[in-house]
């Protein structure tokens, strides 16, 4: 059996999420290198990709102020239990480029937004760019298969985030108790503003970008 190794610039030892449950399982691990994503072809897949993701921070944000001043911090964690996801697909199906929209991070929340291995791979990127002294870049786009080309755009924390996303014992007592109840393995808190905390993901058809 053989894996595409992701056409991106991130270094070899980001393959070994890909590799390791291979080896395991086979005995082995066999890449086949995808080709390496061109300029023009990044520049196409942002082209289709910014517009999405825009869409998609503006409904949420929208919808996230929304429900705190309804009901302060503890109505913004029961809105993005019940209705970030499902916003999410709606902004996606409402778009004019079909493409797949994400969110994800180490640091999840909510388990339907677990990283796959190419998002560890690009999570793993932006941790290490954002720590190198030319920082981290805008963007980021991958080849993951023939099929398929990923946008990825970095999402950093806010002061407003702080509310449900800060340190554990600061947090309103509320908040902290529907945190509890909603989401038992919680991983997302401990954040001072600026940090970074995840991606919002583009999942582009590769037939919709044609070779550099």
Do not use: W
């Not at 503006?58 to 929304?66: E, I, K, N, P, S």
């Not at 994400?102 to 291995?117: G, V, Y």
Request: hydrophobic residues 40%; contains cysteine; glycine residues 8%.
């Amino acid at each position: 059996m053989s894996t595409p190794e992701l056409a991106t610039s991130v270094p070899s030892r980001y393959f070994l999420g890909v590799c390791v449950p291979i080896l395991f399982l086979f005995g082995g691990c066999q890449t086949e290198t995808l080709p390496e994503v061109t300029a023009e072809e990044g520049a196409l897949v942002a082209q289709m990709a910014e517009p999405a993701v825009a869409e998609l921070q503006r409904t949420l944000v929208g919808r996230l102020t929304a429900a705190i001043d309804e009901g302060g911090a503890a109505g913004a964690v029961e809105f993005c239990s019940l209705d970030a996801i499902p916003l999410t697909r709606l902004v996606e199906a409402g778009l004019e480029e079909k493409v797949g929209l994400k969110r994800t991070s180490f640091r999840i929340r909510n388990l339907d937004n677990a990283p796959d291995e190419a998002e560890v791979l690009a999570l793993r990127y932006f941790e290490d760019a954002i720590l190198s002294p030319e920082g981290a870049p805008a963007h980021y786009v991958q080849r993951v298969s023939e099929e398929e080309m990923r946008y990825y755009k970095p999402l950093y924390v806010a002061e407003f985030c702080l509310q449900c996303h800060g340190d554990p014992e600061a947090l309103d007592p509320e908040v902290r108790a529907k945190l509890e109840a909603t989401y038992p393995g919680d991983l997302a808190t401990g954040y001072r503003a600026g940090d970074f905390r995840g991606l919002v993901r583009v999942s582009v058809p590769a037939a919709l970008v044609p070779e550099g």
